[in-house]
């Protein structure tokens, strides 16, 4: 099967031990020169699973991401273990193909327009605003949980019509759906996702869903509840999943970028001063950070006939890893690809490499980011890391679990 070279052929490129402390990079870095295209022979922890392909190199992913009909998004899910139940991922349009993708992105992408989500601008910043006030007197804080969780949950809330008292259990069940490998987030881990975390889920989703129903509002829900595709309603199964998709994308996705950008601003005062001198470098800034920190590490595939790539043999059936956390890092595309550079505006993968399952959610995180740092940056400018950060233990989200963080004087003045 394998055709990689000496060590690297009994890598396990998702063996958690390496993920202790974020991505592999180091790793990434000689998979992408030595073997872009890498097979992973058993998964940890999973013995029932095939191994997997690592594709570690930004024209490989595109070449994917470009081809459905090769590599599809629903014969074996999107990750590269079956973490989640394969009729759970296939029941959501990120774990479809075309026809039954079509049929449901569309409907979605309309309440995802740049145009629609720029709009909510003011009601963001004032959600951020509101949560940095929250600090008010405070010394240190965690950003991850006292500021990038509470933000993201309220905004996400807000579109799908969540009550803002419910964002702190909707944040941590999914929290531990997404982390299911992480003991703090989801502490019996597999069994956790399936007796706790997704029938609470589906069970508010179904609530939300009867009371938009009765009573509808401006809300997604209610959108969601009264659209009709080809001039037909969404069954109850359709606005559940497509509910709980986008809970789940809102939830846990901006925040990684968020303090891993801030961390790394931290860690390079001279980079922040740039921001601080002149705001109108935060879009950049934004890119930056996603192109070092994607929030999702991978995405996968899985081969529907036998194929070739990056000069190896795919069969029919073997799963293929689009890892963005080391695509974003290639050195042919990116000079000195892990240096942090406000000012590079890179292009990147961290929202998939374009195709059919382009993140739909790219305006609104993009908005989101903006707006916290803008905030950030303006209320607390010498903001200081005060402790080790550390990563939810996980190989699909990026994530830190925890960055304690000294807040130093703040100002009240928007940037
Ligand atoms: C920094 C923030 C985010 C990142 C890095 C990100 C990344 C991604 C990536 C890589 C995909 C592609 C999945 C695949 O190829 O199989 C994706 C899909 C998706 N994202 Fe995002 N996402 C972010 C924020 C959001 C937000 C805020 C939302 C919405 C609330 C969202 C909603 C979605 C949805 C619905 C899909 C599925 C699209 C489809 O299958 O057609 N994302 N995202």
Known sequence: MSTTRDDLDDVLVSDLELWREGPP??????????????????????????????????????????????????????????????????????????????????????????????????????????????????????????????????????????????????????????????????????DTLLEDSIPQLFERCRQLIAARRERPTDDLTSVLVHAEVEGERLDEQEIVMGFFLLMAAGNDSTKATYCSGMRALMEHPEQRQLLLEDPSLIPRAVEESLRMFPAFAHFARTATRDTELGGQTIRQGEKVVMWYAASGRDEARYPEPDRFDVRRNPDHQAFGAGGRHFCLGTALARLELRVLFEESLARYPSMELAGEPTWVVSTFVNQLKTLPVRLGAGRRAVV
């Not at 075309?98 to 601008?121: C, M, N």
């Not at 509470?150 to 803002?164: A, E, L």
């Not at 964002?167 to 881990?189: H, I, K, Q, T, Y």
């Open 25 to 190: 990079h180091h790793l990434f870095r000689r998979l992408r020169s030595e073997c872009p295209v890498h097979w992973s022979a058993t998964i940890p922890d999973y013995p029932g699973e095939a191994g997997y392909w690592s594709v570690t190199r930004p024209e490989d992913i595109h070449a994917i991401s470009r081809d459905w009909r090769t590599y599809s998004s629903e014969l074996g899910g999107v990750t590269s273990v079956g973490v989640f139940p394969l009729e759970l991922i296939r029941s959501m349009f990120i774990g479809m193909d075309p026809p039954r993708h079509d049929r449901l992105k569309v409907l979605f992408q309309a309440g995802f327009t740049p145009r629609r989500i720029a709009a909510h601008e003011p009601a963001i910043r004032g959600i951020v605003v509101e949560v940095l006030d929250r600090l008010e007197g405070r010394e240190s804080c965690d950003l991850v949980t006292e500021v990038a969780q509470p933000v993201v949950s309220r905004v996400i809330g807000s579109f799908m019509g969540v009550p803002s008292e419910d964002d702190a259990e909707w944040a941590r069940l999914m929290n531990a759906a997404l982390a299911v490998g992480d003991p703090d987030m989801s502490p019996r881990g597999v």
